[in-house]
């Protein structure tokens, strides 16, 4: 296990390191003087040395995590040389977020069981007790519901307005799910109960009206994007609170900071997601497409987001 001595030993050096980093991502390598770009050099070895060691250390997952991710700036600084532009964000989405989802994957499955099971709780509490659907509904929705109407037509006859809207309205969902992390986790997981109930009462209601085939054809096409999006919102917000609750060998602060950091990547990737989603749930999720091709759409759809998330790095040339 490591020292307490070896880690305030070694902390001023990869201090350094972080403040010749974060100067060079502001203004440019070119800011650095010889003198500085040599101390990045050999602070760049030392540290890479230093993360060899955390990783004999299994309690120490979080420090090598913060090494392995200060490395990885000052890697693109000393073999590039140059601002990342377009080819930065492309590799973000294409080879960093798949790693981070990966490396985050604990806190998404445990936002994902938190919404299941409120989500299996609140239906059968609703195909138990009827009126719960309605105090939690209300009574229009409900009225529409005892129609065997869908309530989504009204997006039928604006649909770019209709895209719009839905995709504010979740970005705002998923954005709030992910600061309410700050709560020590308390908001997020509020959030996920919150949206399982919802989903779990108006899958009753509608099962017990005979209208599962028309809710769950309209939810899948855009559901396969937008409820990944938002259980990996969640593990992003817990992912914060973990690192409030247990910074490990690291100070409070500096664990808040990391895993903020790594939920800030996390919540950045859904945004693609949620746009998609978006569009999806204004144009095809409410059209008089078949049944089954809205599922045949959403299978495939759901394949390669999961590809895509569990895609295998490129080995890096030494």
């Known amino acids: 296990m490591i020292s307490t001595r070896w880690l305030e030993k070694r902390k001023p050096y990869w201090s350094r390191l972080e403040q010749l980093v974060d100067r060079s991502g502001r203004r440019g390598v070119g800011s650095l003087d010889h003198h500085e770009l040599r101390e990045l050099g050999l602070l760049y070895r030392q540290t890479a040395s230093d993360l060899a060691a955390v990783r004999e250390d299994v309690t120490s997952r979080q420090l090598a995590f913060y090494l392995n991710q200060l490395l990885g700036r000052a890697h693109n600084l000393i073999y590039m040389g140059h601002r990342q532009k377009l080819g930065g964000l492309l590799r973000f989405y294409t080879e960093t ?19 299941a099971v409120a989500a299996v709780a609140a239906c059968a509490v609703t195909l138990r007790d009827p009126a719960f659907a309605h105090r939690l509904l209300g009574a229009q929705m409900m009225e529409t519901i005892e129609r065997r109407e869908m309530w989504t037509h009204s997006i039928v006859s604006v649909k770019p307005l209709a895209a719009s809207g839905i995709m504010t309205n979740n970005l705002a969902v998923t954005f709030a799910t992910f600061a309410l992390g700050i709560t020590a986790g308390l908001g997020t997981i509020w959030m996920m109960v919150f949206n399982g109930v919802l989903i779990g009462v108006i899958g009753a209601a509608t099962w017990r009206a005979g209208m599962a085939g028309q809710l769950w054809s309209f939810v899948a096409p855009h559901g396969v994007l937008e409820l990944p999006a938002i259980f990996i919102a969640g593990g992003a917000g817990l992912e914060i609170a973990r690192g409030l609750l247990f910074p490990g060998l690291l100070p409070r602060r500096d664990s808040l900071a990391l895993a903020g950091g790594r939920a800030a990547q996390l919540l950045l990737g859904t945004v693609p997601m949620l746009i998609v989603a978006g569009v999806i749930e204004g144009f095809l999720s409410p059209s008089n497409l078949a049944p089954h091709l809205k599922f045949l759409f959403a299978a495939v759809l759901f394949s390669l987001l999961l590809a895509y998330l569990h895609r295998a790095p490129r080995p890096h040339p030494a």
């Open 97 to 115: 977020y798949p790693r981070i989802f990966r490396e985050t994957l604990p806190q998404t499955l445990l936002a994902f069981a938190l919404f």
